[in-house]
């Protein structure tokens, strides 16, 4: 379980292919205070630490994350958001995030605005698992590689997010652009939600 408080970049070493899985070396600041087994969160991705290795550790993507997530396309060099599994008694500051990709967006506009950035992404109209349809609603919550984030606007198979310098700053939106692709987390309650009703129908 995650809260999409994103602690530190992560950058990607190596990439190994073995048989159907991918393993992902990366570099971090936080690498002395993992351990292996441990559940990380990368750009909303939940994977297991498998190896530590100085400040460089692995995690392993197996074939059904591939297929589902944008690992396959990362590259050696590229920034990730990383955050740690929540703390039981901590402040949630973001929302429920559960580290489990729904479905991939793609960067529909990147602007500059008075100091803040706007990003727009468009994404499949495709059912989630359960039948339930994906939805965002104005000021609810998205999880957009990671990062925890409130909807500014909301059309049918795509949402706006607003963006503050420091979350620009210290996440992977400073690499963002038309065309990129990112990992999506619907909210887990208006998944809930959605599926009761659909059952209703």
Known sequence: MFTGIIESLGKITGIDTEEGNRHIRLQSS????????????????????????????????????????????????????????????????????????DQTAEC????????????????????????????????????????SLTVVDSTENAFSVAIIPY???HTCFQQYQVGRKVNLEFDVIGKYVSRLLSLRD
């Open 167 to 169: 979350t620009y700053e």
């Open 30 to 101: 936080m690498t002395s205070e993992l351990k292996v087994d441990q559940s990380l969160a990368h750009n909303g991705v939940c994977l297991t630490v498998v190896a530590i290795e100085g400040d460089e550790y692995v995690v392993t993507a197996v074939q059904e994350t591939l297929i589902k997530t944008t690992i396959g396309e990362w590259q050696v060099g590229e920034l990730v958001n990383l955050e740690r599994a929540m703390q039981m008694g901590a402040r949630l500051d973001g929302h429920i995030v559960q580290g489990h990709v």
């Open 108 to 147: 529909i506009q990147a602007e500059e605005t008075d100091g803040s950035w706007h990003f727009r992404f468009q994404y499949e109209p495709k059912a989630l698992e359960g039948g339930s349809p994906a939805v965002t609603i104005e000021k609810g919550s998205i999880t957009v590689d990671g990062v």
